[in-house]
């Protein structure tokens, strides 16, 4: 088991970079945020932690703890969207400097080139610097670390392909990290029904063994089925859905799905 670390860029007040309603910090935070967790909760054989999101992990590493505290993780990604003026769009992975990149690099430089695409002037999507506080302090501490532009927010066209389809992007992303495979279809908010088609949501129950109750979630949030005719709907009683069973205990289910998100 390998156990990781992602990291939003900025936050602690540094909304980093803006463009088109959102700003860097909070699009990880506040949108991405919960679909990584979601997936993250998922992993068999290895874990992702997400670093605290109420910390700058660029202020945190000047004062001797960001990086220099990420020692014993497998890898460190550090996830940030880029700004520009004109027609700049796509993304890139950058790494340090005179490391050629891993196999974990290939695959969230392939995440990004499925959902975003790669900037032309980095034909391979990859970046080499060694100007960058965190990437240089890693290299230092011999940490797998690799820096993810994942598009421009100042494109409309990244932004909306950010947006439009997080649930597919944060599972890829969770499995290009750590290298394990996830089963199960992605969703988002629009439309019902299981898929692994993007725009579509994968819709399931969950029974809690130990109480009884039946809930519907959409894999960010969950509702308690207090009527017996909703819940043979969705086991397709009725002919209408047909929706995927987990089971598990209060304490798994309430492990999953923080408090404010089961309704």
């Excluded at 936050?11 to 991405?32: C, F, I, M, N, Q």
């Excluded at 796509?90 to 790494?95: A, L, P, R, T």
């Excluded at 080499?128 to 890693?138: G, K, P, Q, S």
């Excluded at 089963?183 to 725009?199: D, I, Q, R, V």
Aim: charge should be neutral; include cysteine.
């Amino acid at each position: 088991m390998a156990n990781h670390i992602i990291i939003y860029g900025h936050g602690a007040g540094d909304p980093g970079a803006v463009g088109h309603g959102l700003t860097e910090a909070s699009y990880y935070r506040d949108k991405l945020a919960p679909f990584i967790r979601k997936w993250a909760g998922k992993l068999k054989n290895n874990t992702l932690t997400v670093a605290n999101e109420a910390e700058n992990q660029f202020v945190e590493t000047q004062k001797g703890k960001g990086i220099y505290s990420m020692r014993n993780f497998a890898s460190i990604t550090e996830m940030h969207l880029d700004a520009a003026s004109g027609t700049a769009k796509d993304g890139h992975v950058i790494i340090a400097k005179g490391f050629a990149p891993d196999a974990a690099d290939k695959r969230i430089r392939d995440v990004v080139k499925k959902h975003v695409g790669l900037r032309p002037n980095y034909p391979d999507g990859f970046s080499y610097r060694n100007d960058l506080l965190n990437l240089n302090v890693a290299a230092s501490l011999g940490i797998g670390y690799r820096l993810v532009e994942l598009g421009f927010i100042t494109s409309a066209e990244d932004t909306q392909q950010i947006t439009a389809n997080m649930d597919a992007l944060a599972k890829d992303l969770v499995q290009a990290i750590t290298g394990e495979v996830i089963a199960g279809g992605t969703t988002t908010p629009e439309t019902g029904g299981n898929s692994n088609n993007k725009g579509e949501i994968e819709m399931y129950l969950i029974h809690a063994i130990d109480t009884g109750n039946w809930y519907v979630s959409n894999g960010v949030q969950c509702r308690w089925i207090r009527s017996e005719r909703m819940l043979k709907n969705y086991k397709n009683e009725f002919g209408k859905l047909n929706l995927r069973v987990d089971n598990m205990y209060s304490t798994e289910l309430y492990k999953e799905f923080p408090k404010d998100k089961i309704l």
